[in-house]
């Protein structure tokens, strides 16, 4: 099943925090994060791995709760660079596809 | 080490035409996944292949399908096309369960 991913767009100006949620109704295994830019390919930004393991950008930051099912996505100190629609890809075993949800268009304004 | 490559890059078809799509994954990956990414329904899995095995597959019509060569090089086929069919398709690669890179997509148009 699709996760939900909140809010749908949210607009900040530079310097200003957000946070991006990404809820699933199934347990979950993993959570992977992505940003894309218009015209461009999703860019891999971290995996969140039940039992802890998280690899990704040492810029960003996001937590996985396990037992509600819910990951997000830390933005701090927004930068222009920043804008782009946030997609969060849930697992629920090993060797299931990611499930994408629908996108957070985040905009970053100076 | 070179990216994860998609050609062609843009593709203008017509209704019930046929159409291939080619990926090379980055170097030393396995495992290729198929995307399709539209306005309204987001990115949506089709296929995933490693070593020339289809692992999983998404909810998508038989007129999908797709195939990997030993080289791990992968394609995916569209028969019949509809006007739905139109969308950006993104592969992406990976080692076995790690994080999967994507390439930067085939934008398929269906008149």
């Known amino acids: 099943q699709q996760p939900v991913q909140s809010p749908q767009a949210v607009i900040l100006r530079e310097g200003e925090d957000a946070v991006i949620n990404c809820s699933s109704s199934?347990?979950?295994?993993?959570v992977h994060w992505y940003r894309q830019k218009h015209g461009e390919a999703p860019v891999f930004l971290m995996i969140?791995?039940?039992?802890?393991e998280q690899k990704g950008h040492e810029k960003i930051s996001a937590s996985f709760n396990e037992k509600k099912q819910q990951s997000s996505l830390y933005l701090t100190a927004s930068q222009l660079s920043y804008s782009g629609t946030y997609f969060c890809?849930?697992?629920?075993?090993?060797?299931?596809?990611?499930?994408f949800g629908k996108g957070t268009r985040l905009s970053v304004i100076a | 080490k070179a990216g994860v490559t998609q050609t062609p890059r843009y593709l203008i078809k017509t209704r019930g035409q046929q159409v291939t799509l080619s990926c090379s994954p980055i170097?030393?990956?396995?495992?290729v996944s198929w995307y399709q990414q539209t306005p309204g329904q987001g990115l949506q899995f089709l296929f995933e292949?490693?070593?020339?095995?289809?692992?999983n597959k998404g909810n998508f019509p038989g007129r999908f399908s797709g195939r990997q060569f030993s080289n791990s090089r992968s394609e995916m086929n569209v028969s019949t096309l509809e006007l739905g069919d139109s969308a950006l398709y993104l592969c992406?690669?990976?080692?076995?369960?790690?994080?999967?890179?994507f390439g930067p997509g085939t934008r398929l148009t269906v008149l």
């Open positions: 992406a690669s990976s080692l076995p369960s790690d994080t999967q890179y």
């Open positions: 199934k347990a979950l295994y993993s």
């Open positions: 969140l791995l039940k039992g802890g």
């Open positions: 890809g849930t697992e629920d075993s090993g060797n299931t596809p990611l499930v």
């Open positions: 170097s030393g990956h396995r495992s």
């Open positions: 292949y490693f070593s020339e095995t289809q692992r």
